[in-house]
């Protein structure tokens, strides 16, 4: 594992006001937050079939994009704006929601498989696997058929609270990422995770 050099920031979801409040936008609130928290307005981009922002964080000029290709296209925009920017695989980091990861975790890896997520499947299609990845836990519904209901849907107001405190805590941990590199970032989420997954060997699939 390599300290990333991040250029550009990717949140994972699907446009369109029915999806905003839904589990599988996790990746977007992040953004979002960035974007706000920067002062920085997002533009939609056409030729990227995305909403693109510029933000400054840590000493770092950083973009930050919304796929508006629906989530199984995700990687289209992301790969077109990172060509376009000649940014490298490795300097780039995808928000996504992750299943199997409870409601108050979340994790920063680089590399790995795709876990069944249909967007981050797609970022690996058009990329390869060697970007890094912020999951973030929305838990599992216990049941694979039930697994496109839940996400599509929104959490609890319980989860919702969790979810929320995962996600101030990733933002908080974003200058330590870029600064000091990830596993002093690592280190400061993981420890400090809202809820654990008992017994969860997935973690680092």
């Known amino acids: 594992m390599t300290d990333p050099q991040l250029k550009l920031i990717a949140g994972l979801g699907n446009p369109g006001a029915e999806y905003a ?3 599988h936008n996790a990746g977007f609130w992040f953004v979002d937050e960035l974007a706000r928290t920067g002062g920085a307005a997002w533009r939609r981009e056409s030729r990227h079939q995305a909403e693109v922002a510029r933000v400054r964080i840590a000493d770092c000029d950083l973009w ?15 790969q077109s ?12 980091l995808v928000a996504h929601d992750e299943i199997d990861l409870l409601p108050g975790v979340v994790r920063i890896k680089q590399g790995g498989g795709h876990g069944g997520h249909n967007g981050v499947r797609d ?4 990329l390869g696997p060697d970007f890094w990845r912020l999951r973030i836990g929305v838990g599992h519904p216990g049941s694979k058929d039930q697994v496109i209901d839940a996400v599509l849907d929104r959490a609890t107001a ?13 933002w908080t ?3 330590e990422l870029l600064r000091d ?6 280190n400061r989420l993981h420890a400090s995770d809202e809820a654990k997954v008992p017994g969860d060997s997935r973690e680092d699939e």
Do not use: C, W, Y
Not at 158 to 170: F, G, K, N, P, W
């Open 173 to 175: 941990a974003l200058p």
């Open 64 to 78: 930050l994009v919304k796929p508006a290709t629906f989530m199984n296209r995700s990687g289209v925009a992301v």
């Open 21 to 23: 409040r839904t589990r």
């Open 158 to 170: 319980e989860e919702q609270q969790l979810i929320d405190a995962a996600l101030a805590r990733a």
């Open 123 to 126: 970022v690996i299609a058009h």
């Open 81 to 92: 704006l990172a060509g376009f920017q000649r940014i490298e695989p490795g300097q780039i």
């Open 181 to 186: 590199g990830a596993q002093k970032a690592m």
